[in-house]
């Protein structure tokens, strides 16, 4: 019985001295791959003033905060965001309106690395705007305004139900961002 304690203690230390020879190198952190769906998409026509496409992978909602009012959701459960549309009837405020969606955009250079500006003008259904694309571990990576200078405007934020991380969130917000922009590009007032 002694014997085999001592055999089996120094097949034991054998074993460690023997494995420890190798340098051990932690695997770098890594994020999880993400299937991105085939583009589609599927014309919304709703009780709202303004009609689009949404992709077939996105559910229009109501917002459940204004239900009396003409803003939506557009939720894309498979990636856990969504984007906040909120409609505003011009009244002589159009400069007031675009101000503020500025000042809202803008609120992200805290966090943001850089925010570019890409112009719309669709003079043939009346749709004017920008999409600003937030660069950085903003909480919102994309927002945009459309309107038709005279009675319509309509803003909207790309949140993500998580951290801000720009490396993780980064292929999901360019595959929303294709989707944002052909929203602008479908849009049309009723």
């Known amino acids: 019985m002694k014997n085999t304690k001592l055999f089996l203690f120094f097949v034991t230390a054998a074993g460690l ?7 051990y190198t932690p695997k770098e952190l ?10 589609k998409y599927l014309a919304v026509d709703s009780v709202y003033p303004y009609t689009f496409e949404i992709p077939v992978y996105a559910v229009l909602r109501p917002d459940p905060y204004h239900p009396d009012s003409y803003n939506s959701n557009i939720v894309f459960p498979k990636f856990n965001g969504t984007i906040h549309l909120s409609y505003f009837n011009v009244t002589d405020n159009i400069e007031e309106l675009i101000e503020d969606n500025r000042k ?3 609120k992200h250079t805290i966090k943001a690395d850089a925010i570019n500006e890409q112009y719309y003008k669709d003079t043939l259904n009346s749709v004017y705007g920008v999409l600003y694309e937030i660069k950085g571990n903003a909480a919102s990576s994309v927002q945009f305004y459309v309107t038709d200078s005279s009675k319509h405007f309509l803003r909207g934020a790309l949140y993500f139900n998580n951290v801000p991380n720009k490396d993780s969130i980064a292929p999901v917000s360019r595959f929303v961002e294709e989707d944002v922009d052909h929203l602008i590009k479908t849009l049309s007032w009723k």
């Open 104 to 106: 809202m955009v803008y």
């Open 30 to 39: 890594g994020y999880f791959r993400i299937d991105l769906p085939e583009k």
């Open 17 to 23: 001295l023997l494995s420890c020879g190798k340098n």
